[in-house]
């Protein structure tokens, strides 16, 4: 089937600081690939680059084999790419049907209500919260506010930044049972951007591991969850035949 986005060598800076350093990476047709990092490793930063919210200095995406960096925001959207940024961003006062209707703005068709219809059926509690004003909605509504909203755009690529952040254990499982579902029955490709390494490690096809602005890792989701550094650093699973040895003083083999 092909790639959908294609990254080569990417390089972002904020300001004097490069934040992400020659990235390269391919997300399929179809599939969910997540990219994990912590806090600061530049994830955030290469799904901005891809919706046209921040311009490389170097390197190219491509999207459907056309390059799209550099062009702005309103544009990459209307090519179907949905940013769900971090923080859900959702219109605070606007209620919950009006902040949907949002992600259709670029659409001239005339199935925009079948498809709230189908947000509805995704998410079922925003039906019932359809009139209330998105502020008074909880963080776990909020964020399926934002992917329900995202969904509207009718998008073939969906870029998810930390879906998962501050929900409780029972909302990020029913998070990421939502976006395993939108890619199986939509069709909807996802780059999904997590710390949650467990939560993506388990949703995702094919996952790429960032620190400080590099690419250091990539493999199948299913190999990364059984290699050693990904369970020590990212899993917290620790060895325990390795008696005394100390966090600190370990190196990560990729280094």
């Known amino acids: 089937m092909g790639n959908v986005l294609e990254i080569r ?7 004097p600081i490069m934040a992400i350093r020659g990235v390269s990476m391919d997300v399929p047709t179809g599939k969910i690939v997540t ?12 799904l901005k ?4 919210a921040m311009d490389p200095q170097k390197g190219t995406v491509s999207y ?43 659409r001239r068709d005339g199935e ?3 498809d709230l219809e189908m947000v509805y059926d995704y998410f079922p509690v925003l039906k019932e919260l359809s009139k209330a004003q998105a502020v008074n909605l909880s963080g776990g509504q909020q964020q399926m506010l ?15 930044d930390e879906p ?27 780059l999904l951007v997590e710390q949650n390494a467990k939560m993506a490690l388990e949703v995702g096809h094919y996952g790429y591991v960032m620190e400080v602005g590099r690419i250091v890792m990539e ?24 008696r005394g040895r100390r966090r600190w003083k370990q190196r990560k083999t990729w280094r």
């Open 9 to 15: 060598n990417l390089e972002t800076y904020y300001g």
């Open 35 to 46: 990219l994990l990092g912590a806090n600061g490793a530049g994830k955030t930063t290469v």
């Open 49 to 52: 680059t891809i919706s046209g």
């Open 64 to 106: 459907d084999s056309v390059e799209i960096q550099g062009r702005d925001p309103d544009w990459v959207a209307r090519q179907g790419i949905a940013h769900v940024p971090e923080g859900r961003e959702v219109f605070p006062f606007l209620n919950v049907d009006e902040n949907l209707r949002m992600g259709a703005f670029s």
């Open 112 to 114: 925009i209500q079948q």
């Open 146 to 160: 934002a992917i329900g909203r995202a969904l509207m755009l009718r998008p073939k690529l969906m870029l998810l």
């Open 164 to 190: 998962s952040l501050g929900l409780s254990p029972r909302l990020v499982h029913e998070i990421s049972e939502i976006i395993q579902r939108l890619n199986a029955e939509q069709g909807v490709t996802v």
């Open 219 to 242: 493999d199948t989701c299913e190999r990364l969850r059984d290699a050693p550094d990904i369970q020590e650093f990212y899993l917290g699973m620790k060895d325990e035949g390795v």
